[in-house]
């Protein structure tokens, strides 16, 4: 069974540029969650899809937005790049969103952004 | 509100030695637990997780963590490390009886060095 994928694993942007990061759940997961990793700061939560709507957002600026596709598939946008924007961006998985499941979250590899 | 804390940065043990990564949480209910593992510019990796049940849970790769009520901790323990153990720890902690789309809430993460 494929596990949570990511495109691309790199991206170098400029200040003021959007990025768009992508991400594919395993087959039958419905949630997707997206996380910020930048250095020394552990994981940061962003976003939470689920069955297509943001279910619950992080604590960062409008800039930072998604959607859910009707495959699940998941797509990250940050629009006017800021330097310290430049971090890990990951992305899970999980089977159930939401109600009292445990829902345990499977990781994509990441996407490694640069804002120069 | 729901947190959780990893008192260490960083945790060094000498191949062979019992290790253990601390973690304690804060929850109005009763948790669900986790625990992940980062090896170097990989995602996380899902190692256990306590939903309910017996307190000592056995994950993947020989770790095992013992969920004590009490002390509102459920540390991450390995009988003989391994030098290929040496990775980012996080501990992870939803309430489970928030209902809706409360999100995971991650710890800081835990670097753990095993010395050969």
């Known amino acids: 069974e494929a596990g949570v994928t990511q495109s691309p694993t790199h991206l170098i942007k400029t200040r003021g540029q959007q990025a768009t990061l992508r991400c594919s759940p395993i087959?039958?997961?419905?949630?997707v969650y997206w996380y910020q990793q930048a250095l020394g700061l552990g994981l940061q939560f962003l976003l939470w899809?689920?069955?297509?709507?943001?279910?619950n957002r992080g604590n960062f600026p409008p800039r930072f937005s998604g959607r859910q596709f009707p495959n699940y598939s998941s797509e990250l946008n940050v629009n006017a790049l800021e330097l310290e924007d430049s971090a890990l961006y990951l992305c899970?998985?999980?089977?159930f969103g939401g109600g009292t499941h445990q829902e345990t979250q499977y990781f994509g590899p990441g996407t490694r952004l640069l804002v120069l | 509100a729901q947190s959780v804390a990893q008192p260490e940065d960083q945790v060094n043990v000498a191949e062979g030695n019992p290790l253990t990564v601390k973690c304690t949480y804060s929850?109005?209910?009763?948790?669900?637990l986790f625990w992940y593992v980062q090896y170097p510019n990989r995602g996380l990796q899902f190692l256990l997780k306590?939903?309910?049940?017996?307190?000592l849970v056995k994950g993947s790769y020989g770790f095992e963590a013992e969920f004590n009520k009490s002390q509102t901790s459920f540390h991450l323990k390995k009988p003989s490390a391994l030098v290929s153990d040496s990775a980012l720890y996080f501990c992870?902690?939803?309430?489970?009886?928030?209902?809706?789309?409360?999100?995971?809430?991650f710890g800081t993460g835990t670097k753990l060095q095993v010395i050969p």
């Open positions: 899970a998985s999980s089977l």
């Open positions: 087959s039958g997961h419905t949630s």
């Open positions: 899809y689920d069955e297509g709507e943001e279910r």
């Open positions: 929850v109005s209910g009763n948790p669900y």
């Open positions: 306590y939903i309910t049940g017996d307190n």
């Open positions: 992870a902690v939803r309430d489970r009886y928030s209902g809706g789309y409360q999100k995971v809430t």
